[in-house]
């Protein structure tokens, strides 16, 4: 497909919301190790809630409408530091689509960036902070390169998805800044952020479910 519809949107977060349940387990795991232990619990009820919400109806809606709701969905169901991060990054990548009925390889770029920049004003977290941010900007940049090149909206994701996989298993080897794990200081070191990890998750279900 050259363009996604809001339909294809609606059926990207269905995708990511199984996608999260899936590994909901895993990422607690790992928030367990430099944080509370709940980022995968945190992330599945968010994700559950929007579920909720994807119903046919939405389809025939914009696809800035599908994102905000998705978004005030989120929100509204998450009470830790993701609630507000996603919520923010997700208005944002929908704005970013406002007046599109399609949205081609470099319309999703342009909401890949304007979701991180969401995330960047919201947490304040810098490149290398050890946060999801570390997961987020390179599949912005891998994405903005993929449709420079002419790459179709499935695979920019792609390449986003990849990215992100790539930031966040390196930030194993990054002190962390900002969230809870910062008060671990070196004893953080050698292990992944979940919320760079649960990034990952969410790109690769984006680039699956465009791919469909
Ligand atoms: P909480 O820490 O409130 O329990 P979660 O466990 O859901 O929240 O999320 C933790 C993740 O949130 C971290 O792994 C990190 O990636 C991300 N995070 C925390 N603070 C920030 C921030 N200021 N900016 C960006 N991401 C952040
Ligand atoms: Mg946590
Ligand atoms: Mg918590």
Request: aromatic share 4%; with cysteine.
């Amino acid at each position: 497909r050259t363009t996604l519809s809001a339909a294809d949107f609606v059926a990207m977060f269905h995708l990511v919301a199984d996608r999260i349940e899936e590994e909901k387990v895993r990422l607690s795991e790992l928030d367990g190790v430099i944080g509370d232990g709940d980022h995968g619990i945190t992330m599945a009820i968010g994700w559950n809630a929007v579920r909720e919400i994807l119903t046919p109806e939405l389809e025939e809606k914009s696809i800035t409408d599908v994102c905000n709701l998705v978004a005030r969905t989120f929100l509204n169901a998450v009470g830790a530091s993701s609630g507000p991060l996603y919520a923010t990054a997700l208005m944002r990548g929908g704005a970013a689509l406002k007046g599109r009925e399609g949205a081609d390889g470099a319309a999703l770029a342009g909401f890949l960036a304007a979701a991180l920049q969401g995330l960047r004003d919201r947490g304040k977290a810098e490149p290398g902070d050890k946060t999801m941010i570390d997961a987020w900007t390179p599949a912005a940049t891998a994405a903005a390169a993929a449709a420079e090149a002419g790459a179709l909206p499935a695979e920019v994701l792609r390449a986003a998805a990849e990215a992100a996989g790539k930031g966040a298993d390196a930030t194993a080897a990054m002190l962390p800044k900002k969230g809870r794990s910062a008060k671990l200081g070196e004893r953080a070191l050698g292990h992944v952020d979940p919320g760079a990890a649960s990034a990952a998750v969410i790109l690769a279900a984006m680039a699956d479910g465009a791919a469909r």
